[in-house]
Antibody, heavy 121, light 108 residues
Framework: QVQLVQSGAEVKKPGASVKVSCKAV????????IHWVRQAPGQGLEWMGK????????TYAQKFQGRITMTRDSSTSTVYMQLSSLRSEDTAVYYC??????????????WGQGSLVTVSS | SYVLTQPPSLSVAPGKAARITCGGY??????VHWYQQRPGQAPVVVIY???DRPSGIPERFSGSSSGNTATLTISRVEAGDEADYYC???????????FGGGTKLTVL
């Protein structure tokens, strides 16, 4: 069945970078966009950006421009999200989600289990 | 940028209906998706494209949209429905996804 399997928890120091992976299982990797959504402790969902696994093209939320990079490895059906210049406010659970497109929108029909990133000195 | 506004909280007695609103300019022209998130879990879609229900989601969950407000209705609320609920749309002008701030549903 369809699954998105994410990498484990990370602890990083301020100023460092983190790279989170998301492995797609159970469907054709290149068919659907992969999105990244984060959730700070006690806060709501925040969309970070998306990547096309077929072309590698990306769209990033304005807030993260210059600090975020999404890449993919088609040989392993894995998408990566790297966030640099980390600060304490980046402490959050990071989710990848598959975007199912129908008409003029996308719905996130499958989600990864989440990866906790803690930024602390 | 496009903004979605949800009430932070809603309390409903078991067996009653819960109506969670999502406000946005001319939202009726956009496709609205709704997610349920229980504590410590990833979100799950409960309504997509305004009013469609994925397989496995109870018929008690329904959605509608008119004017500047989209609504998720949960009829005959149960204790297991206690969760955070988020609305989401695609902003075509920026090609960005937008989430509402979320509504915490408490079952009394």
């Amino acid at each position: 069945q369809v699954q998105l399997v994410q990498s484990g928890a990370e602890v990083k120091k301020p100023g460092a970078s983190v790279k989170v992976s998301c492995k797609a299982v159970g469907y054709t990797f290149t068919t659907y966009y992969i999105h990244w959504v984060r959730q700070a402790p006690g806060q709501g969902l925040e969309w970070m950006g998306k990547i096309s696994p077929s072309s590698g093209s990306t769209t990033y939320a304005q807030k993260f421009q210059g600090r975020i990079t999404m890449t993919r490895d088609s040989s392993t059906s894995t998408v990566y999200m790297q966030l640099s210049s980390l600060r304490s406010e980046d402490t959050a659970v990071y989710y990848c989600a598959r975007g199912y497109s129908y008409g003029y929108s996308e719905v996130f029909d499958y989600w990864g289990q989440g990866s906790l990133v803690t930024v602390s000195s | 940028s496009y903004v979605l506004t949800q009430p932070p909280s809603l309390s409903v007695a078991p067996g009653k209906a819960a109506r969670i609103t999502c406000g946005g300019y001319n939202i009726e022209t956009r496709s609205v998706h709704w997610y349920q998130q229980r504590p410590g879990q990833a979100p799950v879609v409960v309504i997509y494209y305004d009013s469609d229900r994925p397989s496995g989601i109870p018929e008690r969950f329904s959605g509608s949209s008119s004017g500047n407000t989209a609504t998720l209705t949960i009829s005959r609320v149960e204790a297991g429905d206690e969760a955070d609920y988020y609305c989401q749309v695609w902003d075509s002008s920026s090609d960005h996804m937008v989430f509402g701030g979320g509504t915490k549903l408490t079952v009394l």
